[in-house]
């Protein structure tokens, strides 16, 4: 089948490489072209997954091979640029998150997509998990019945007893740390699965010796009135400082209530239903390390569909302003010791 999309990805770092793999498994997509500041970085990119062209600079790629989309993978800082170059070109745009160091940046991000009719979509695939999809499909069918409880709990040793950020050693210098960069996720998992966001209290700590940031958070989201008049509250606990139970770092520990029953995975790719008549449904999806490359996968496929059937992204540019008010409120709580109401 040949690709009936033509696609340029920007940044040649950690997360890049995922993406990548992602879009060797997408035939109605192929990415033609790289940009790195690095060009060694975009060499051995193109290399490895058969990219014929490199760029050090993406205004030249992005005229020079005019894609039909780009694929953003560098930091917060350069995605507005990235994305403004984009949208005048009228080249469709798929970005990292965190979309942006604030609110109002992000706002004028949307804004400008939508000035120029580009399609938008943040690249927010937590929600694309295999054990999170089958849990919305079970929400879906009723099995819970109404929802009033969720919670993730998550360990992942990034800060202690030394810093362990491998391809992101940048972690060390950021101020907004583990809700930022990480803990949005959840937040945007727990949208995907609960509803919106009313109202967030959070607390932060900085356990690890050396990064600016924070690396232990907990905090509570409390969500809109669902369909049976049930409000849920959610519960992130969540650090880089402590040992993780389970062998595999990127494993969620995520239980969700409801008055019919309750779902429980552990991160072996297992959804536990457990029911109120005492039995128990096992649904097998994928183990952690497949499910979290399948992931990225899910979500690009999401993308590319989406723009060749002219649909509305899941986690469009406008919907992840949501995932972000709900993150600057987490910050915004821990600083006055307060609930905030978004």
Not at 29 to 48: F, G, P, R, S
Not at 74 to 103: D, N, W, Y
Not at 159 to 183: A, C, D, N
Not at 268 to 293: F, Q
């Amino acid at each position: 089948m040949k690709p009936m999309l033509k696609g340029a990805l920007i940044g040649c770092g950690h997360i890049a490489n995922y993406q990548m793999e992602a879009w060797s498994k997408i035939p109605e997509a192929e990415i033609v072209a790289v940009c790195d500041l690095i060009e060694e970085k975009a060499e051995k990119m193109a290399a490895e997954f058969g990219v014929g062209k490199i760029y050090t600079d993406y205004l030249k790629m992005l005229d020079q091979t005019s894609p039909d989309f780009v694929d953003i993978a560098t930091r917060p800082a350069s995605h507005f640029e990235l994305i403004r170059a984009a949208a005048e070109r009228g080249i469709a745009v798929l970005c990292q998150k965190p979309l942006a160091a604030s609110l109002d940046e992000a706002r004028e991000m949307v804004k400008t997509c939508e000035k120029h009719s580009v399609p938008f979509m943040v690249n927010e695939n937590w929600r694309f998990r295999p054990w999170f999809r089958e849990m919305r499909r079970l929400l879906d069918e009723g099995k819970v019945g109404a929802s009033y409880f969720a919670r993730f709990i998550r360990r992942n040793q990034r800060t202690l007893p030394e810093p362990r950020f491998g391809g992101q050693p940048y972690f060390v210098e950021m101020p907004k740390l583990v809700i930022y960069e990480s803990g949005i996720h959840y937040i945007d998992t727990f949208r995907f699965l609960l509803g919106e966001i009313e109202s967030v209290y959070c607390q932060t700590k900085r356990i690890g010796p050396i990064q600016a940031g924070e690396d232990l958070a907990v905090f509570i989201l409390n969500f809109a009135p669902n369909e049976s008049g049930e409000s849920p509250l959610g519960l992130v606990d969540y650090n880089w400082c402590s040992q993780p139970e389970y062998e595999y770092s990127l494993a969620d520990d995520f239980r969700l209530e409801g008055r019919e029953g309750t779902m429980v995975t552990k991160g072996d790719g297992v959804v536990h239903l457990l029911r109120n008549d005492g039995k128990t449904d096992s649904i097998e999806t994928l183990d952690a390390p497949a499910g979290y490359k399948e992931s990225f996968r899910a979500t690009q496929a999401h993308f590319a569909h989406s723009l060749l059937e002219q649909g509305e992204f899941e986690t469009g540019g406008r919907d992840n302003l949501k995932t972000l008010a709900a993150v600057f409120a987490a910050y915004q709580s821990a600083e006055k010791k307060q609930l905030i109401t978004l």
